[in-house]
């Protein structure tokens, strides 16, 4: 099985698509959860190694380095776009004002859904905390609005996006030297804990009057160019067995969306779906799919970009810039495969693009 695939397939309709027509937002606030894969500087200043506020990150940005963990925009950069703001949903460090009304970003680089994932890196703000920040944000907002009646009606229009787990996986689990979750449970039991902990998170963020909210799953960790470097390649090309744990989760991540969708009145919660957005048929000619752009530390920052080194110069070829981060080209296709599904796998029970319109 060979990876992003689909994503590489509508890559040309991205580049010959026409740019968006700017109107009203199609939300007035967007709101996002999330780890390194979404985090727009939020851990420029946590004394923390996991920060990417270094050459080469953000050479293709147009303001250069910012915080971002890859050349250019992220995920979130785009959904952004897609819902028609005009500018980047601020990070929470340097949110201020009114400009907190269309939204903020508190994604924080090797972050996960357990307190204690990614502590050997340093300081960092895991999906607790950030519902802490989150919840000084609404405190900020009825303050501007003047009364709590209309932050509320405020913020069920808003779209919520969370991209948590991977370092549940990555930066814990997987790493039995520096964490004892494997110790303490098999796969099936830490996917069932894992999962029991995020449900209480998401219905916290519910609870703080969130209704529109984009649940990814794990994507196909075990095709990370760290990981084949750590444990090799299986036939498949990837790390079956990652694969395998983090798919373990994905199942019972579907069933949470059903329930909460059930039993939490007017909520609209869907899934989605990394793995089927990034896997699929033969990898077009020239793409690079397993390793990365840049030159990797095998510091305490192992897989990061290291620090000044210049990077390839054919980046809109590379599927990764680092050892776990995309380029931005990738980050393009994904986030519109994820706004307007190519397949019925991609998202559940909806896509973005028909989340925002209910």
């Not at 009825?142 to 229009?157: E, M, P, V």
Request: net charge neutral; proline share 5%.
């Amino acid at each position: 099985m060979s990876i992003i695939w689909f994503i590489l397939m509508i890559l040309i309709l991205i580049v010959s698509s026409k740019p968006m027509v700017k109107g009203e937002p199609l939300v007035p606030c967007y709101f996002i959860f999330g780890d390194s894969v979404v985090d727009n500087g939020n851990n420029n200043n946590l004394t923390t190694t996991a920060k990417a506020n270094y050459p080469p990150y953000g050479i293709d940005f147009h303001t250069g380095v910012n915080g971002r963990f890859t050349n250019g925009r992220n995920k979130a950069d785009f959904f952004a776009e897609l819902l028609g703001f005009d500018s980047f949903i601020p990070p929470f460090v340097s949110a201020r004002g009114k400009e907190i009304l269309k939204g903020v970003n508190y994604a924080s680089g090797v972050s996960g859904i357990r307190d204690e994932t990614g502590y050997r890196w340093g300081d960092r703000w895991s999906m607790n905390r950030q519902l802490q920040n989150h919840l000084f944000t609404i405190s900020r907002i009825i303050s501007i609005l003047g009364n709590i009646t209309s932050a509320k009606d405020l913020l069920r229009k808003c779209l919520y996006t969370v991209d948590m787990g991977n370092n549940d996986y990555l930066n814990n689990y997987l790493q039995p030297q520096f964490y004892p979750s494997s110790l303490l449970y098999t796969p099936n039991q830490f996917a069932t804990v894992l999962t029991q902990q995020f449900s209480q998170q998401l219905r916290t963020l519910y609870s703080y009057g969130a209704r529109k909210v984009a649940v990814s799953n794990i994507g196909l960790l075990g095709c990370l160019p760290e990981e084949l470097e750590v444990f090799g390649r299986n036939a498949s090309g990837c790390v079956d067995f990652i694969n395998n744990y983090v798919q373990l989760f994905n199942d019972k991540l579907k069933l949470l969306i059903d329930d909460l969708n059930t039993n939490l009145p007017n909520a609209r919660f869907i899934y989605i779906n990394q793995t089927s957005i990034s896997s699929g048929g033969p990898t077009p000619v020239g793409i690079t799919v397993d390793s990365s752009c840049c030159i990797t530390s095998d510091t305490i920052a192992k897989g990061q970009c290291r620090k000044g080194e210049v990077p390839c110069s054919n980046r809109n070829q590379y599927i990764f810039f680092d050892n776990f981060h995309p380029t931005e080209v990738a980050n393009m296709a994904t986030a519109r495969r994820s706004f307007t599904a190519l397949l019925p796998s991609d998202a559940y029970p909806t896509d973005i693009s028909q989340l925002v319109q209910t």
